[in-house]
Each structure stands twice: as C-alpha cells, then as structure tokens.
C-alpha cells in the first residue's frame, strides 16, 4: 500500500502545526533548506543537486553527510532543473546563465554521476529524479524533453518521481497534449508522485502549488491503478494549514478505500 509522505516545508516552523501535520502523514521527505524535525519520520529526502550537471567534491561530501543524518532514508531523488549550469531566475523562470550544457554532455554527467551517487548511498537506499516544468527559454532545452528523461532514468537504471503538475505545465508550454506527454515518460520505473494543481496564466501554464482537485485524485488513482511500483504520495501544498490537512485526510481515505 502506498505511503503519505509530507514535504518538512515552512509551515512545521510551527511547532504545532509541525506535529499536526506529522500526525496525518506515514512519514516525511527531508529537502536542503527543510527546518529540523524528528529524523526518524525522515524516510524521503529532495535534493536541489542535479545530477545532468558537474558536481563538486563539496557535493558528493554533501551527499555523504545525508546518508550519515537521515539514517531511515529509503529514496533519494534530485532534480534535472536546467541545461545551464547557473540558471538566471527571472519572473519565476530560469534564463541561460553559466555553461550551457548539451544533451550528450548531461547523459555524460549523469552517467559518471549516479555511479557516484549509488556508491554513497550503497544498495538499500533507492535513487530517482523528477520532472521538471518547461518554459519557453533557452534553459529548459533537453532538461524537459520526456525521452530524455527516460534515457537518463533507464540508461542508469534509477527511478522516477513523477510530479503531476509539472508534467501538465511541461505539456501546456510544449503544445503537446498532457498524454501525449506523460506516456513518453518512464511512469514504469515511477516510485513516487508529486501532487498538486498547476495554474494558468496569461496562456501559460505554470507550477502554482494549487490545492489537488478532482482531475487530480483521478490521475492518482489512475496512475495508481497501471504504475503498480509507486510507494510514496506527496502533497506539494504549503499555502496554508487547513488545506493541507484537508488533502491528506482526503488522501487517506482514498488508500483506505482501494
């Protein structure tokens, strides 16, 4: 059965709501920047880290001092972001900043890089990366291309974090059909999903960190139904309290009930 797993966002800076929302998930997914909270509950950590790109020793000592911290982590999961190194963030949206990466040279440092990364965190803990949002800037050139994702998950035979919302943004953006989009995706290797409401502005889609609707829950229980590998559900809602306790409720009922 699969498990609720909160992000630590800005809301647990509450100790009360710290605990309340601890209460109505399994467990919890650690991020850089997450405040301190119970580590035993921490069996999930997010990483800002890309893997496409060049990583330092300051990185991977990074990644070491996770492993050695969160000593119940089960996945690990990272980011491919942008083909620029050091993104320009403007308006929400990254612009070309830094070097600019090729596809053959982010295969090359994902490939050289997970062998790294599995050596770190050593056979028990699983490894995956997300989808991101595309926006029409040069930044997002290759990063959000599903068959590259998909080459960058089989090829070194990681897993999936499938976020909803930034597969709907990625297909709005690229006028392609949101299934057109999502069955390029390697939804086969998917461990986890991030759920949320993406918005529309101006005829962009963009990644609004809405309350789940309907078309949502629907899209969890369908992906539930084919993806039989999918262990985590996460809520990408921080807006306020009420609301995100509401969708876990929600969400559990609905485990409750398959």
Known sequence: MPRIVTPISHLFLDSVMAQLIACHSDFLECRDHSP????????????????????????????????????????VSFHLASCYHSPILEGGLFMPGGHHYSRSELMRNARENFIKIKEIFGPKIKIAVENNNHYNTPAYENITDPEFISEVVYTNEIFFLYDIAHAKVSAHNMLLSYEEYKTKLPLDKALQIHICKSGLRDGVAYDAHFMPEAEEWDEIKLLLTNYPLIQYLTIEYYKELEGLIQSLQYLKEQIDNE
Request: charged share 30%; hydrophobic share 30%; glycine share 0%.
């Open 36 to 75: 301190q909270f119970d580590s035993s509950k921490q069996i999930l950590f997010h990483s800002d880290i890309e893997p496409a790109h060049t990583l330092t020793q300051q990185d991977f000592d990074y990644l070491k001092k996770i492993k050695t911290d969160k000593p119940n982590l089960e996945l």
